[in-house]
């Protein structure tokens, strides 16, 4: 199955794709920790998106759908994927549907405030990328990842202006995908308020899986 994970930034796109993977055995494909992965490198794409993404501005579409068309060329992509973070324009989405058509589109559901609790909260593990929050997911050990023992810290795009930045950006550029993919036929809205558990549940049912 192809599936694209749309919504808001912090609605719990990457939460949930973490458990879907288990449930569908395809791959979690990350624009936004693709990126990361490149600037914590220092790679020649990190050194140039790195104050696009700090800044929360979206990095521009011919850089970003030339890596999604190589990354879903992969051997490991090729019985489906969730693509979470792509496509974020309609460019992108229009691209997308030239080299590689989705099944199915999941609509995060959850409104402006609740974003903000969960990104004001949000902790990464700098070295495997594992979420936590520090009030609905804490690490046991305050600031060490529970999975690789790595240093559990703040996304620099995690601060209150990038936040408010990212906000207007996706209401702008990436919320008319809602219309867009809703007109298709293919999106499932799914309820993204309640705690992961429930989500995942709501996910499944939505999904008929
Ligand atoms: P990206 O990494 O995709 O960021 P995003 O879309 O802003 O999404 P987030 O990772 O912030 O949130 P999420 O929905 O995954 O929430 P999470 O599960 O972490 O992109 C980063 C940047 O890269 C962009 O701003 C842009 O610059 C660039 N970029 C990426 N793709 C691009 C593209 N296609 N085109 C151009 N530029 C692109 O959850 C958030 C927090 O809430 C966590 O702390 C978690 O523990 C907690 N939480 C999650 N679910 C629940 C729950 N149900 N209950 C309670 N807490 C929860």
Excluded at 26 to 52: N, Y
Excluded at 68 to 90: C, H, M, S, W
Excluded at 162 to 190: C, F, H, M, N, S
Aim: hydrophobic share 40%; net charge neutral.
């Amino acid at each position: 199955m192809k599936l694209i994970f749309l919504g808001p930034p912090g609605a719990g796109k990457g939460t949930l794709a973490v458990r879907a993977v288990d449930i569908l055995k395809i791959p979690h494909i990350s624009t936004g920790a693709i990126f990361r992965s490149a600037i914590a490198a220092k790679s020649p794409l990190g050194l140039k998106v790195k104050a696009i993404i700090e800044g929360g501005h979206l990095v521009d579409d011919q850089t970003t759908i030339a890596l999604v068309k190589e990354r879903l060329a992969q051997e490991d992509a090729q019985n489906g994927y969730i693509l979470d973070g792509f496509p974020r324009t309609v460019p992108q989405a229009e691209a997308l549907a030239g080299f590689s058509p989705v099944d199915r589109v999941v609509n995060f559901d959850i409104p402006d405030s609740a974003v903000l609790e969960r990104l004001s909260g949000r902790r990464v593990c700098r070295n495997c990328g594992t979420n936590y929050h520090i009030t609905f997911n804490k690490p046991k050990q305050e600031k060490v990842c529970d999975t690789c023992g790595g240093e559990v810290y703040t996304r620099d795009d995690d601060r209150e202006e990038a936040v408010a930045k990212r906000l207007e950006v996706y209401r702008e550029q990436t919320a008319p995908l809602i219309d867009y993919y809703r007109k298709k036929g293919i999106l499932i809205d799914v309820d993204a308020r309640p705690l992961v558990d429930e989500v995942v549940a709501n996910f499944k049912k939505a999904l008929g899986v």
